[in-house]
T-cell receptor, first 113, second 110 residues
Framework: DVKVTQSSRYLVKRTGEKVFLECVQDMDHENMFWYRQDPGLGLRLIYFSYDVKMKEKGDIPEGYSVSREKKERFSLILESASTNQTSMYLC????????????FGSGTRLTVV | RKEVEQDPGPFNVPEGATVAFNCTYSNSASQSFFWYRQDCRKEPKLLMSVYSSGNEDGRFTAQLNRASQYISLLIRDSKLSDSATYLCVVLMDSNYQLIWGAGTKLIIKP
């Protein structure tokens, strides 16, 4: 089974801190995604990547950046954390762009105080 | 109007009952449709794809109505373990983006 591992399950950071969320997948998938999930809003795409060193903005990229230096690792960076970035962050990977087979990590619940 | 809309619930249903969820989507160019299941404080997991002719997987049946732009999920003989949030997902062929509904919460009671 594909495994997607997110480095932290729970994280508490202060406003203004730079925050790194790490995601690693072990099945050589080219496609990786970062979502945030908030009550009543569904999953919203922040950034995605279809290849190493490649990144594209999703629906809500403001306040975030990403890094994909290696195929298996996709990092989400909050340049200066703010309280409205308190959320559940979910990383996913998939075999091809049109697939339904997204595999998610277990999520990182980030609280910014 | 949201691109993918679901009744948030919760649906409180007795064990053994049949329950149905609907999901509407706004973009008629949407081509692929899915149901995901998400347990409390867990990540979403694919439950089933939705095919044009309708499809069944055990107690679960998915239907697609393109004319009315809605998708349905039917769960028969519901079990306590079916309690979860069910997410409707639409794939946009134009850019291969997944659009997610906010989910319908289902609670099965003994």
């Amino acid at each position: 089974d594909v495994k997607v591992t997110q480095s932290s399950r729970y994280l508490v950071k202060r406003t203004g801190e730079k925050v790194f969320l790490e995601c690693v997948q072990d099945m050589d998938h080219e496609n990786m995604f970062w979502y945030r999930q908030d009550p009543g809003l569904g999953l919203r795409l922040i950034y995605f990547s279809y290849d190493v060193k490649m990144k594209e903005k999703g629906d809500i990229p403001e306040g975030y950046s990403v890094s994909r230096e290696k195929k298996e690792r996709f990092s989400l960076i909050l340049e200066s954390a703010s309280t409205n970035q308190t959320s559940m962050y979910l990383c996913a990977s998939s075999y091809d762009r049109a697939t339904h087979g997204y595999t998610f990590g277990s999520g990182t619940r980030l609280t910014v105080v | 109007r949201k691109e993918v809309e679901q009744d948030p619930g919760p649906f409180n249903v007795p064990e053994g009952a049949t329950v149905a969820f609907n999901c509407t989507y706004s973009n008629s160019a949407s081509q692929s449709f899915f149901w995901y299941r998400q347990d409390c404080r867990k990540e979403p997991k694919l439950l089933m794809s939705v095919y044009s002719s309708g499809n069944e997987d055990g107690r679960f049946t998915a239907q697609l109505n393109r004319a009315s732009q809605y998708i349905s999920l039917l769960i028969r003989d519901s079990k306590l373990s079916d309690s979860a949030t069910y997410l409707c997902v639409v794939l946009m062929d134009s850019n291969y983006q997944l659009i997610w509904g906010a989910g319908t919460k289902l609670i099965i009671k003994p």
